[in-house]
């Protein structure tokens, strides 16, 4: 297995470009299932988890080209309707090909995708929309079938506003006869995306962004092409790595709208922001200060920030305090930290951090994706090596990650395993 190997305590400072969202081009390419024709996708990172997912609409019977700076992908001779199920436990997010699949084909065979590193990611919000849009279901030996003759708009009220429930309800119905109506939907960005790229296919989603979401059902979707949305993880990744280490570096092809609540918290910290239209400059006082955070559904402060932020506070003077309201068992890379010095408390959902004067290289494990990226992080200020084992977690979801890095100086490398 592969590792890094970071040897703390250089300055950093530079340019960094931020590559396509992860979270917006996975729910994208399951879409390109609905138009059964060509769809050209511009700025999709090259990075595991999109891999995984050309792998899987091939092995349906698509095609995907890639070319320097876009993917082709031709949905048009899809065969097959069953995702395969090695692919499906690598990647839970892959259930998003289930709402193209029952979008375009009214059927689809899958695994129940089971739990993964930050918890058990169950999926029965799905299921019950799927229910509720008329798609008869039946699970046997973990296997998932759906199927109907025809899909009928109608109004799904989501228990919780589930990022994933609510892009396969918007997947399924966009053919569907009639309109389907969702309440209580996600609001995250990445909806916004996939709603610009539908109605450029010719579909009629409206409301994405807001927690009431509307799609009329049409007869066809045609070809189209897409430029898709900055990561706002990766900005807020890297607006954490200039914290951490009290750099100035400027963050390009970077969405700032898209990143209010991580912004309010660098500047709550001490962090000074000068925020233009598609780019981020960060400077960072000599002192920051400890702030409380509490992750929510957008648009407050994103479950997918919460380790970089902890990491970050490890090293700032005085006590954090943190809650983690979205998932259940998402600080597990605080033991990996506790190796290198930083002082966490785990109750429950809160995480009750007191800042140290310094971190210390250790040998550690990546846990999961975001957790793995804190390590890195946490080696860049720490005194002396850092050794990150598991790092194919971080690779799911970071483009170019170590060229980016040693391009703002830190000293980074990867040991093949
Ligand atoms: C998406 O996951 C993102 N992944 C996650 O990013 C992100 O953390 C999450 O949304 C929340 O913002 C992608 O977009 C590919 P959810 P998703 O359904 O859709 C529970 C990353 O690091 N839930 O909003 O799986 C669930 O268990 C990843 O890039 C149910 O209980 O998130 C979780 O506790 C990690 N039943 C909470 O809701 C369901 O049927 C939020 O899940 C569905 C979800």
Redesign the pocket.
């Known amino acids: 297995m592969s590792e890094y190997i970071i040897k703390g305590g250089k300055r950093l400072e530079g340019t960094v470009n931020i590559s396509g969202s992860?979270?917006a081009a996975?729910?994208i390419i399951a879409a390109c299932l609905l138009n059964g024709g060509k769809s050209i996708l511009y700025n999709v990172p090259k990075i595991h988890d999109t891999e995984m997912m050309f792998e899987i609409l091939k092995s349906l019977g698509g095609t995907v080209e890639k070319k320097k700076n876009k993917v082709i992908i031709d949905t048009n001779k899809i065969n097959k309707f069953e995702i395969p199920e090695n692919l499906m436990r690598q990647m839970?997010?892959s259930v998003?090909l289930v709402g193209g699949l029952l979008g375009k084909y009214k059927k689809a065979i899958f695994s129940y995708p089971g739990g993964c590193d930050?918890?058990?990611?169950?999926?029965?919000?799905?299921l019950k929309a799927f229910e509720k849009l008329g798609i008869n279901i039946s699970k046997n030996y973990g296997n998932i079938e759906c199927f109907c003759d025809k899909i009928i708009g109608k109004k799904i009220d989501l228990d919780?506003?589930?990022?994933?429930?609510t892009?396969n309800v918007i997947l399924t119905s966009c053919l569907a006869e009639g309109t389907t109506i969702i309440n209580n939907a996600?609001r995250?960005p990445?909806i916004i995306d996939l709603q610009n790229f539908l109605n450029k296919m010719g579909a009629k989603v409206k409301g994405a962004g807001s927690s009431h979401i509307e799609i009329e059902g049409v007869k066809h979707l045609k070809d189209v092409s897409y430029n898709i949305m900055p990561d706002r993880?990766e900005t807020g990744t890297f607006l954490c790595l200039a914290a951490i280490n009290h750099s100035e570096m400027l963050i390009k092809n970077a969405d700032a709208n898209h990143i209010t609540p991580i912004i309010n918290k660098l500047e709550e910290i001490g962090c000074n922001l000068e925020v233009e239209k598609n780019q981020i400059k960060i400077k960072v006082a000599k002192k920051l200060r400890a702030v409380d955070i509490k992750t929510m559904?957008?648009p407050g402060f994103?479950?997918?920030m919460q380790s970089v932020f902890v990491t970050l506070l490890t090293v700032v003077k005085g006590t954090s305090v943190v809650v983690e309201n979205?998932?259940?068992n998402r600080y597990r890379f605080t033991q990996e930290l506790t190796r290198m010095g930083a002082k966490i408390t785990i109750e429950g959902k809160t995480a009750i951090v007191k800042g140290v004067k310094k971190l210390y290289g250790a040998n550690v494990k990546a846990t999961d994706?975001?957790g793995g990226a804190a390590l890195v992080l946490a080696g860049s200020v720490a005194k002396g090596i850092t050794k990150i084992q598991n790092i194919e977690y971080i690779l799911r979801?970071y483009e170019d990650f170590v060229k980016k890095l040693q391009g703002l100086g830190l000293d980074i490398d990867i040991i093949k395993g």
Do not use: C, Q
């Not at 930050?118 to 799905?126: A, D, S, Y």
């Not at 919780?160 to 429930?165: C, L, M, N, R, T």
């Open positions: 992860k979270n996975l729910p839970r997010s998003i930050i918890g058990t990611r169950p999926i029965e919000l799905h919780f506003p589930s990022v994933g429930a892009e996600a995250e990445e993880i559904p957008y994103p479950t997918d979205i998932f259940e994706l975001r979801g």
